[in-house]
């Protein structure tokens, strides 16, 4: 609205809860993961007194089934793995989103070994493809799955990570139906006492989107400072920055963020 600067206040409900078996046999382990997860989007009360609280998003429910085989190889371990994702929307808010539901499945082969000089490695490759009704015909099913991460401990306490990661998304996207994200990352860690650590992290990502004709590049930089409570917990504050570039320049925008976070088992 011309001269008016409209905000507005919600709260959005996640909830998810998994269950899991590992057997050892055959060798190696074998392991069964079943994770449901919903999130609810709560309505928008916004500033102008003269708007209605409204939803302005769909909320969504995911299936994640993931199953595989690891065991011992050439001194570190290797596994196969299949995974099975499935996306639910409400009819209702089909219709009122444009947000549609999706299904991938990715099988994937893993290695991972830990050397003398501090080098732990991470490699896992395969193909994820992706089924729905509401998919284009000449969107291409089956991509690339990639994932990969380095770390090397330095001394003093300092941990040095890069990674690299190729997944289609289902959850957490801006696109109605899935995303094909590729990202690559850096971070270093450093312990400054035994129980507080601070992290630095860059992460750059593009997302092609699967419903539309539309991409997204976004950076980011995050710093980190964490402290370890009692029993395991931890509380940790983040400064972050965002930048995202779009298709449409006139999309483009920048985040600055500051967050506290709390974790542990109780």
């Not at 996640?14 to 309505?43: E, M, P, Q």
């Not at 993931?66 to 196969?80: D, F, K, Y």
């Not at 284009?136 to 990570?161: H, I, S, Y």
Request: aromatic share 8%; hydrophobic share 40%; charged share 25%.
């Amino acid at each position: 609205m011309p001269g008016a600067l409209i905000g507005y206040r919600k709260d959005d409900v996640f909830a998810s809860a998994s269950a899991g078996v590992t057997v050892d046999h055959w060798g190696g382990r074998s392991h069964l993961t079943a994770t449901v997860s919903k999130l609810d989007r709560g309505k928008a009360h916004f500033t102008l007194a003269d708007l209605n609280p409204t939803q302005l998003e769909a909320g969504y429910g995911l299936l994640d089934v993931a199953g595989g085989h690891i065991r011992p190889l050439l001194g570190g371990e290797a596994g196969a793995t299949l995974q099975y994702r499935a996306s639910r929307i409400g009819d209702d808010e089909r219709r009122t989103f444009g947000r549609f539901p999706a299904e991938t499945l990715r099988g994937s082969l893993a290695y991972g070994r830990a050397y003398a000089n501090g080098i732990i490695l991470m490699a896992e490759a395969g193909v994820v493809g992706i089924a729905s009704a509401y998919l284009g015909t000449t969107v291409e099913r089956a991509r690339p799955f990639l994932k990969g991460e380095v770390a090397w401990q330095l001394p003093r306490g300092t941990v040095l990570k890069a990674k690299l990661a190729r997944d289609i998304q289902l959850a957490d996207i801006d696109d109605p139906l899935g995303e094909d994200v590729r990202t690559v990352g850096l971070s270093l860690e450093k312990a400054l006492t035994e129980k507080l650590k601070v992290t630095l992290a860059y992460e750059q990502a593009q997302s092609d989107w699967l419903y539309y004709d539309y991409r997204t590049r976004t950076k980011s930089l995050a710093a980190t400072l964490a402290y370890t409570l009692p029993k395991g917990a931890t509380v940790a504050l983040e400064y972050s920055r965002l930048v995202r570039r779009e298709n449409d320049k006139a999309a483009d925008f920048k985040v600055d963020g500051l967050a506290v976070r709390f974790a542990g088992s109780f």
